[in-house]
C-alpha cells in the first residue's frame, strides 16, 4: 500500500489524514511527502493541474504545473537527478577536503530532506546495510548512490536499476 511503501520496514510509519495525506511533525498535511494523486483527493481541485486515467493500469497520473509546489515524486526525481550528478561530476581521485565535503553534503541532505520519512529511512540504510557514504572515487561514490536508489525502488516495489550503467545513465550518455 501507499503507506507501506512510504514508511518502509521497521517503524510504526508515517501519521496520514483520512484520505491518505501524509501529516508532517507539525501535524499539517506534508505536501512533500504525499503523491500529487493522494493530494488531489483531499483539496478535490489543485489549480492547472490535469487529471488523466490510463486505462491499461486503472492509475491516475497527474501532471502538475510546472510552477507549483513539488509533492514527493517530483521532488525524489529531482533530488536523484542532483545526487547522481553531484556523483557525475565528482573527481576520480578526490582531495581528503572534497571527501569530506561529500560526506558532509549526505550527511545534511539525509537530515534535511523534505520528506520526513523518507529521510528517517535513508539514515537508517545508512546505519546499517549502505554505511557512510563511499566517497573515495567517483566510481565508489556512483555506486554507492545507486545502491541507495535501489533500496528505495524496492521499497516502492518499482524495479531495481542495474549499478553497471551507472556512468551511462547520469555521465556519458548510452552507448549506442
Ligand atoms: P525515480 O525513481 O526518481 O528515478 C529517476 C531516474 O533515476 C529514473 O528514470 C532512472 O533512469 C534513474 N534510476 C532509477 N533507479 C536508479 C538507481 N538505483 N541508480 C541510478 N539511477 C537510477 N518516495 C517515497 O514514496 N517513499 C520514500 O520513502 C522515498 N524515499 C526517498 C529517499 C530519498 C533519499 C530520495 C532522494 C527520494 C525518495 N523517494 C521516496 C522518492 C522516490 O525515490 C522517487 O524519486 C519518486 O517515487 C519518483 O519516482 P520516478 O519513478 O519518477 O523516478
Not at 107 to 121: E, K, N, V
Not at 135 to 142: A, H, K, L, M, Y
Request: glycine letters at 8%; one cysteine or more; a positive charge.
Amino acid at each position: 500500500s501507499k503507506t507501506e511503501a512510504l514508511m518502509g520496514g521497521g517503524h510504526s510509519g508515517p501519521k496520514m489524514s483520512s484520505k491518505g495525506v501524509v501529516l508532517g511533525p507539525d501535524g499539517k498535511p506534508c505536501r512533500t511527502c504525499t503523491s500529487v494523486r493522494d493530494w488531489a483527493s483531499m483539496s478535490r481541485s489543485i489549480k492547472g493541474a490535469k487529471i488523466t486515467t490510463n486505462k491499461a493500469t486503472t492509475a491516475t497520473p497527474i501532471t502538475l504545473p510546472a510552477d507549483c509546489p513539488p509533492d514527493v515524486e517530483l521532488l525524489g526525481r529531482s533530488s536523484w537527478t542532483l545526487l547522481h550528478s553531484i556523483a557525475a561530476t565528482y573527481p576520480e581521485k578526490p582531495s581528503t577536503q572534497q571527501q569530506q565535503d561529500a560526506t558532509t553534503f549526505i550527511s545534511s541532505f539525509s537530515r534535511l530532506y523534505p520528506c520526513h520519512w523518507c529521510a528517517t529511512d535513508f539514515q537508517s540504510w545508512m546505519k546499517g546495510a549502505g554505511g557512510a557514504p563511499k566517497v573515495s572515487s567517483r566510481q565508489e561514490f556512483g555506486q554507492w548512490l545507486c545502491e541507495a536508489q535501489n533500496e528505495v525502488n524496492k521499497k516502492l516495489g518499482k524495479e531495481e536499476f542495474d549499478c553497471r550503467k551507472w556512468e551511462e545513465r547520469w555521465r556519458t550518455g548510452w552507448k549506442d
